[in-house]
C-alpha cells in the first residue's frame, strides 16, 4: 500500500508512539533517518535507531525487538522483499517502508494494511496490476469442490443468461454430461497454465532491472517541510542524501537536474527564514556549479585530479602521455607547479579564487566538459566549507573504515555522528580517509590496466582480484573501484562495443571462509542506473547450482565461495549471450 | 643570615597558589607547608613580643613601624591559612554534591583528619535537610539528582554493552542492544548513563 500524504497518514499515525527505525548501510538512509530523528525529538516521541546490514540483519534486528513495538520503519531497506513473509510480524504491528530500491515487491504494494511504502503510486513505472499476478486461491478451492453446481451456472451468467431464470436453468446445466464437464476443467487448466506463464512474463519483466526511485532523505524532508519543522542543518542532510545518489549513479542526470530546482527553492526560503547574521555561527548553503573532483578543496589540485574518475580516465592520467596532458592543461590554464602541487586552501587566494572558471575554460578542449555540474557547499564560520560530495565520500570512507577494534556498527554510528556540525573532527577524519581510498583505487586501476587484467567474456568484462584488500573487500569500495576501472578500460580499449558492456567485479572478503564479494556495475553508456545484474546472478546462480548469498539490499551485490566463481562466471556468460 | 632572604608570607602564598594550581578535585593536604606558616606566624609573634615589651618599659619609639610592620604580616599569613582552608572546605562541600555520601578512596587519602569530620557533618546535615525538604512527609527529595537544570526531559542514547531489556515507568520495554541507539526519558536512564551502560550523545 503506497501512503502518499506522509503528513497525515504517516506522521500522524506515529505521534506518542514508540517507534523502531531500522537503518541500512547507505549513506542516503542514515541522512534520512537523521531527519526523521530531528522530527521524533521535537514531538519527544520515544524511538530506537538499530543499523543493520542485509536481509539477515534485518530479522535479527526485529526478532529482538519484536514484541516491544508495533511501528517499524524501514529506511532504505525491506522494499524489494516481501516483509510480511520474511519478518512474520504479529497482526497489530505496522512497517512503514521508506526505500529508494526499486522494484518494489509487489506483496508490498498490495498489502491493504500492515505494508505502508512511502512514496507516490503514480510516480511509480508499470507496476503489474493486481489481477494478473494474484489469483484468488480462496475462490479457487471453492470453485474445486463445488465443481458441479457453482461452475456452469458461472458459465451460464457469463454467457448472458438472464438471472431471472436462473433457477429454471439450474437444473437443466446438471444435465451436461461428462464430457463437457471434462472439457470444461481441461479450458480452465489450460487458461491456468497461460495466465501462470502470463503472469512470470510479467514478474521477469517487473523485476529484471533493478534501479533505484527518489532518494529517501528528499522524501523525509518534504515531510519536515509539509510539517513546518525544518532548518538549515536538515535539508543539508538531504542534500548529502541525494549527492549520494548522483555520485554512486544512482539516480539519472535529468532528474537530478530536475531535483536540484525544487531543492534549490529551499535553500532561498530558509536562508531568508533565518536571520543569523552573524558569518561565526551561521550555516550557510549556496548554491554553485561546481567541478567532479573528488575532494579538491582538501587535496592538492593535480592529486585530486588524478584520482577523480571523470577527469583522469578521460585525459588517461595513469599513463606517461596522460601525465603530460595533465601538465599541459594545467600550463594552459595558468596555475604554476608549485601551487598546483599544495593543498588547495594553500594555494594563492587569487588562483583559488580563478580555479573554477579556469577548469571551465579549458573543459570543451581537454574534453573534459561534463566536469561540471550543480552541486551545493556549506559554509559554516569562517574555516569550513564543504561541498555535499565532500561529504559523500568521506562518510563513504568512514563507512567502510572497519578494523579489527572497530565493529562495521561503529563506523556506521560514526558516520552518522559525522553529519552533524559539532564533529568536524570525525568528518576531516574521514576525508583524510576518503583520500587514502581514493589513490588505493586509482592504484588498483593502474596496475590491473597495466597488467590487462580486466578481461572480456563477450556480453560483459570482468575482474578478480585476487587477494583480500584493506579497502576493497567492502561493497562501496569495489563499486567505486569498478566503475573507475570500467570506465578506464573503456578509455584505452579499442573495441567498438566497450561502451556497451558491463563489468563485474570480485573480491575476496574472507580468506577463511573463502567468500568473495561480487559487484556488478552498468556500461558507461548508459546513464540510467538500470542494473540487469541482479536477476542475472539470480539465474545463473539457479542453472550452475552454485549457493549465493544475496543478502545486500544492492541486488547487485552479492556473495559466494571462492571456489564456486569460476562456474558461476561460466554459467553468467552462457545465460548473457 | 641566609634565613633572611626569604620574605615574610611567601611560604603562606605559596601554600594558596599550590591549591589553586592543582589539576586534581583536591590535592593532599599540605600539613608541612601549613606548619611552616604556622611556625613563621610563631616566630614573629615572639619577636613581636619580645620588642612590644622593650618598648613598654622604655617608650622608645624608634621601633615602632617594624612592630606594625611585622604585624601585617603576622595577619597575613593568617589570611592565607584561612584562605586556604576555607577553599579546601568549599571542595569538599562540592565533594558531596558530585559523589554523593561516600568519598572515593583516593580522594579520602587527600584529606586531613578534621577534613573528614567536616565532611560527614556536612553530609548529614545535607541529608536532614533533604529528607525535611520532602512535600509529602517520609519521601526525601535527592537535591544531589540534577545539579543543572536538564534542557529537556528526554536525551538522546547510545547503547554501549548489551543490557537487554529495560523496562520504563510507563511499561514500554527497551531492548538495549550494543550499538543500538535511543530517544528516553532522562530520568529513568540516567543511572545506566552513570553505569556507564548508555552514552549520552550530544
Not at chain 1, 367 to 390: C, E, H, K, N
Not at chain 2, 146 to 165: A, F, H, T, W
Not at chain 2, 173 to 192: D, G
Amino acid at each position: 500500500m503506497f501512503v502518499q500524504d506522509l503528513r497525515n497518514d504517516f506522521y500522524r499515525q506515529l505521534v506518542g508512539k514508540r517507534i523502531l527505525i531500522v537503518v541500512n548501510y547507505d549513506i542516503d538512509a542514515i541522512c534520512a533517518s537523521r531527519i526523521l530523528q530531528a522530527l521524533f525529538k521535537y514531538d519527544h516521541m520515544l524511538y530506537t535507531v538499530v543499523p543493520i546490514m542485509g536481509v539477515t540483519g534485518l530479522k535479527r534486528a526485529y526478532g529482538e525487538h519484536q514484541g516491544d513495538v508495533k511501528y517499524v520503519v524501514l529506511m532504505n531497506c525491506g522494499g524489494c522483499v516481501d516483509i510480511v513473509e520474511l519478518l512474520q510480524p504479529a497482526e497489530d504491528v505496522t512497517f512503514f517502508i521508506c526505500d529508494s530500491h526499486r522494484p518494489l515487491d509487489v506483496c508490498n504494494i498490495y498489502s491493504d494494511r500492515q505494508v505502508c511504502i512511502l512514496g507516490d503510486a503514480s510516480l511509480e513505472e508499470n507496476i503489474p496490476a493486481f489481477e494478473t499476478i494474484f489469483y484468488d486461491s480462496d475462490g479457487e478451492d471453492e470453485e474445486e469442490e463445488e465443481d458441479e453446481s457453482s461452475d456452469p451456472e458461472q458459465q451460464h451468467n457469463d454467457s448472458g443468461a438472464g438471472e431471472s431464470d436462473q433457477e429454471d436453468e439450474a437444473p437443466k446445466s446438471r444435465k451436461l454430461s461428462r464430457l463437457e464437464r471434462h472439457e470444461q476443467r481441461i479450458l480452465k487448466q489450460r487458461a491456468r497454465r497461460q495466465w501462470e506463464s502470463e503472469r512470470d512474463r510479467i514478474m521477469f519483466e517487473y523485476t529484471q532491472f533493478s534501479y533505484y526511485g527518489r532518494s529517501a532523505a528528499l522524501m523525509v524532508f518534504e515531510l519536515a517541510w509539509k510539517l513546518s519543522k525544518d532548518n538549515m542543518d536538515l535539508l543539508w542532510w538531504a542534500i548529502v542524501g541525494i549527492t549520494e545518489q548522483l555520485l554512486l549513479g544512482k539516480i539519472e542526470s535529468g532528474s537530478y537536474t530536475l531535483e536540484l530546482e525544487q531543492i534549490q527553492s529551499h535553500v532561498s526560503r530558509l536562508t531568508n527564514k533565518t536571520n543569523d547574521q552573524n558569518t561565526m555561527s551561521a550555516s550557510k548553503i549556496t548554491f554553485e556549479n561546481d567541478l567532479h573532483l573528488v575532494l579538491y578543496r582538501h587535496w592538492p589540485v593535480t592529486e585530486s585530479m588524478r584520482y577523480s574518475r571523470y577527469s583522469s580516465c578521460q585525459l588517461k592520467l595513469w599513463t606517461l602521455r596522460g601525465e603530460k596532458r595533465l601538465h599541459e592543461l594545467l600550463l594552459e590554464m595558468g596555475l604554476p607547479l608549485v601551487h598546483a602541487r599544495q593543498t588547495y586552501g594553500a594555494m594563492d587566494l587569487v588562483l583559488r579564487k580563478e580555479f573554477f572558471s579556469m577548469v571551465e575554460r579549458l573543459a570543451e578542449k581537454y574534453d573534459i566538459a561534463d566536469i561540471v555540474y550543480g552541486t551545493f557547499t556549506l559554509s559554516y564560520g569562517y574555516r569550513s566549507r564543504y561541498a555535499a560530495a565532500d561529504y559523500v565520500y568521506a562518510l563513504l570512507a568512514i563507512m567502510e573504515s572497519v578494523k579489527k577494534h572497530k565493529t562495521p556498527e561503529d563506523c556506521f554510528l560514526e558516520a552518522s555522528d559525522a553529519l552533524s556540525r559539532q564533529h568536524k573532527q570525525l568528518l576531516s577524519a574521514g576525508i583524510d580517509q576518503a583520500k587514502l581510498l581514493h589513490a588505493a583505487v586509482f592504484r588498483q586501476v593502474q596496475s590491473s590496466l597495466e597488467a590487462r587484467q580486466v578481461h572480456s567474456a563477450g556480453s560483459f568484462f570482468y575482474y578478480v582480484l585476487q587477494e583480500e584488500h584493506a579497502f576493497f573487500s567492502y561493497p562501496y569500495a569495489l563499486g567505486l573501484l569498478a566503475r573507475f576501472l570500467l570506465r578506464g578500460h573503456v578509455a584505452t580499449s579499442r573495441a567498438r562495443q566497450a561502451p556497451d558492456l558491463p563489468l563485474i567485479a570480485s573480491c575476496p572478503l574472507d580468506a577463511a571462509e573463502g567468500m568473495c564479494l561480487l559487484v556488478g556495475i552498468v556500461p558507461v553508456r548508459e546513464d540510467s542506473p538500470r542494473n540487469f545484474f541482479g536477476k542475472a546472478f539470480e539465474q545463473a546462480a539457479q542453472k550452475s547450482g552454485v549457493a549465493l548469498l544475496q543478502d545486500f539490499f544492492e541486488p547487485a551485490v552479492v556473495q559466494l565461495r571462492q571456489s564456486d566463481l569460476t562456474r558461476f562466471l561460466d554459467s553468467l556468460t552462457v545465460l548473457l549471450t | 643570615m641566609s634565613r633572611q632572604t626569604k620574605l615574610f608570607g611567601e611560604k603562606a602564598f605559596d601554600l594558596l597558589k599550590e591549591l589553586e594550581r592543582s589539576s586534581q578535585t583536591i590535592p593532599a593536604f599540605d600539613d608541612d607547608g601549613v606548619r611552616q606558616v604556622l611556625e613563621e606566624i610563631k616566630a614573629i609573634f615572639e619577636e613581636n613580643v619580645a620588642q612590644a615589651s622593650t618598648y613598654n618599659t622604655s617608650g622608645d619609639r624608634s621601633l615602632w613601624p617594624l612592630l606594625n610592620f611585622r604585624h601585617a604580616a603576622l595577619q597575613r599569613n593568617k589570611r592565607c591559612l584561612l584562605a586556604y582552608l576555607y577553599e579546601r572546605c568549599k571542595r569538599i562541600k562540592a565533594l558531596r554534591w558530585e559523589f554523593g555520601p561516600i568519598i572515593p578512596g583516593d580522594i579520602k587519602q587527600a584529606l586531613c583528619e578534621p577534613e573528614v569530620t567536616f565532611f560527614n557533618n556536612y553530609s548529614k546535615s545535607l541529608a536532614a535537610y533533604m529528607c525535611s525538604a520532602g512535600y509529602n512527609q517520609g519521601l526525601p527529595i535527592d537535591l544531589t539528582n540534577n545539579l543543572r537544570p536538564p534542557k529537556s526531559l528526554y536525551i538522546e542514547v547510545r547503547c554501549m554493552e548489551d543490557y537487554g531489556k529495560f523496562e520504563l515507568d510507563d511499561g514500554e520495554v527497551i531492548h538495549l542492544k550494543k550499538n543500538s541507539q535511543h530517544y528516553l526519558p532522562r530520568a529513568q536512564v540516567e543511572s545506566l548513563v552513570r553505569q556507564g551502560i548508555l552514552t549520552h550523545i550530544a
